[in-house]
T-cell receptor
């Protein structure tokens, strides 16, 4: 079965650079979540989209932005990168819109800021 | 207070024993509850979901939900070394498709 696809899997950037992470949800899933997970930390919710509209916002820095496109893929744009942004970034998707739905995760993008 | 809390680890059990993982949540209106397993450096993998009070069994896993006590648990029977991982409890808030909130996780180690 198709899963959530994230790209790239690994990314190395220098401080103050920008990065774009991409997420392709499971087909027919209409909700996308982004999470950040630092070493030894639980996943921290950043932002979510439902039907291409932002549905909720968590602890996402102002330097970050995200959007969901017409084909339901999503991109997380990160600017003015800081060393503390180094983390695993997970995208998850769920289907059937509002309700009791299960979120499935992609393999993640490991971002290293040097 | 965190929205989702889990018993602190690490938890060590011998192979073949029952591992018991606990989770409490603060939002009384939460409707959906999930257990994810995460190996180091890997993405969380959904292993159980539960929506109504009581027990739900799937193979060696049993999830238990008590909404009145705002408590969710996961039992792993006949624990195997391959079960060694971090187990994340997650909660979707009332009526929510917006976000899933994770607990801090409990590290489980199954000793051969």
């Amino acid at each position: 079965a198709a899963g959530v696809i994230q790209s790239p899997r690994h990314l190395i950037k220098e401080k103050r650079e920008t990065a774009t992470l991409k997420c392709y949800p499971i087909p027919r899933h209409d909700t996308v979540y982004w999470y950040q997970q630092g070493p030894g930390q639980d996943p921290q919710f950043l932002i979510s989209f439902y039907e291409k509209m932002q549905s909720d916002k968590g602890s996402i820095p102002d330097r970050f932005s995200a959007q969901q496109f017409s084909d339901y893929h999503s991109e997380l744009n990160m600017s003015s990168l800081e060393l503390g942004d180094s983390a695993l970034y997970f995208c998850a998707s769920s289907g059937e819109g509002q309700g009791n739905t299960e979120a499935f995760f992609g393999q993640g993008t490991r971002l290293t800021v040097v | 207070q965190k929205e989702v809390e889990q018993n602190s680890g690490p938890l060590s059990v011998p192979e073949g024993a029952i591992a018991s993982l606990n989770c409490t949540y603060s939002d009384r209106g939460s409707q959906s509850f999930f257990w994810y397993r995460q190996y180091s450096g890997k993405s969380p993998e959904l292993i159980m979901s539960i929506y109504s009070n009581g027990d739900k069994e799937d193979g060696r896993f049993t999830a238990q939900l008590n909404k009145a006590s705002q408590y969710v648990s996961l039992l792993i029977r006949d624990s195997q070394p391959s079960d060694s991982a971090t187990y994340l409890c997650a909660v979707n808030r009332q009526g929510g498709y917006d976000k899933v909130i994770f607990g801090p996780g409990t590290s489980l180690s199954v000793i051969p």
